[in-house]
């Protein structure tokens, strides 16, 4: 049942703001000034490393939350891809948690992963959708992400509940570690609650999306950027677009601009920065001058602030709401999935079933 929507990507887009706050509500305590994981928890004080290991979109959520555990935990975190991890046979030194995260929860690579740090890893810990999968009962501690059944085979409800159950782990590691204080905590808690709500404002930008994807679909390649929590993000914005619309996409961290991509650069190829109005702000804007410079078209998504400073030379601008600059991620995922879905609508594509892939790869 699509719930009226013409997919099951664009209904489970708009699923977001209701699941994500059913996920914020099931980690917070009863007083809602704490995170609370199930049965006996983790102790994130005797652990002195994460590795973490996924695939496509869920290595791209574990990608921003290395940002997260490194920032809000000062934990050390490595971050792998599942089919390189376990070919490299890489030593897993005493102290190490690993984390692997997958939506099926049955992804061959991720489960092998898994397997090789038995007995290596202090404990195994997973966040994935489907609790009763094996990924879920090899787990030492499985996290449930809630996000409902996911049908599109590009993820999309998925990775932002991963992105969440993430945050509110890193949180968790944090408060044990005694490496946040007590106001920052209540304040990242209460701009989770929040969250939905900002996530509706989002979703009203759909229009404003749907036309500037109309220009997208006309691109034979894109270029995503971002810096920061911004760069896993211009990842997993390009892997959207190449799933569901066929279009060549490539991200890179704006700094590496310069290292490379910018020979690129012509009147042709858009370029989509994705730049909240953050501490990196300046520091993006100044590499999309670089495009512009080279008369390179820009899709600038960021907010007010940012738009208001930077929008005027963007070829398009997508305005998101305002939130803490830790919740990003969750945030612009939105625009990213609706700028994929609305390209491959405009291109005729088939969105839920795109040519080549499976909703669950559970063959190497
Ligand atoms: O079920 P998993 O989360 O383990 O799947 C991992 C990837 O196969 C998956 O995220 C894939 O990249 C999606 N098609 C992305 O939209």
Redesign the pocket.
């Known amino acids: 049942d699509k719930g009226g929507h013409k997919h099951f990507m664009a209904k489970e887009i708009a699923e977001q703001p209701r699941v994500i706050g059913e996920a914020v509500r099931h980690y917070l305590s009863g007083d809602g000034n704490s995170v609370t994981l199930p049965g006996d928890g983790l102790d994130f004080t005797k652990i002195d490393r994460l590795t973490m290991v996924?695939?496509?979109?869920?290595f791209f959520a574990c990608l921003t939350a290395k940002y997260w555990f490194e920032q809000l935990a000062r934990l050390p975190v490595e971050v792998d891809i599942a089919s390189e991890f376990r070919y490299r046979e890489p030593p897993i030194p005493g102290g190490t948690v690993a984390l692997f995260v997958?939506?099926?929860g049955e992804?061959a690579d991720?489960l092998a992963a898994l397997r090789y740090c038995e007995g290596k890893a202090d404990k195994i810990i997973s966040v994935v959708n489907v609790p009763e999968s094996s990924i879920a009962r090899e787990s030492d501690l499985a996290l449930p992400i809630l996000a409902g059944t996911e049908i599109g085979?590009?993820?999309t409800k998925a990775f932002t509940c991963q992105l969440t159950v993430l945050l509110m782990l890193a949180l968790k590691a944090a408060e044990q570690r005694g490496t946040i204080t007590p106001e920052r905590q209540a304040d990242l808690l209460s701009a989770l609650r929040a969250l939905p709500s900002s996530l509706n404002t989002a979703l009203e930008q759909n229009s404003a999306i749907a036309r500037a994807a109309h220009k997208l679909a006309e691109a034979k390649d894109v270029l995503f950027l971002g810096r920061g929590l911004m760069y896993p993000m211009a990842l997993e914005g390009a892997?959207?677009l190449k799933?569901i619309s066929y279009i060549h996409a490539e991200a890179y961290a704006s700094g590496e601009l310069k290292h490379g991509p910018i020979a690129l650069i012509d009147k042709i190829m858009p370029v989509v920065v994705l730049a909240p109005r953050d501490t990196l702000f300046d520091k993006t804007v100044s590499n999309m001058q670089e495009v512009l410079a080279r008369g390179g078209k820009v899709m600038l998504i960021t907010d007010d602030a940012g738009a208001a400073e930077a929008a005027g030379e963007a070829w398009q601008t997508i305005v998101m709401p305002h939130v803490d600059p830790v919740l990003t991620p969750i945030l612009y995922a939105v625009p990213a999935q609706l700028l994929a879905y609305h390209t491959a609508v405009a291109k005729g594509t088939d969105v839920d079933q795109p040519r080549n892939?499976a909703k669950?790869?559970t063959v190497e």
């Open positions: 996924a695939c496509g979109t869920a997958s939506q099926s992804t991720t085979v590009a993820s892997l959207k799933e892939l669950s790869v």
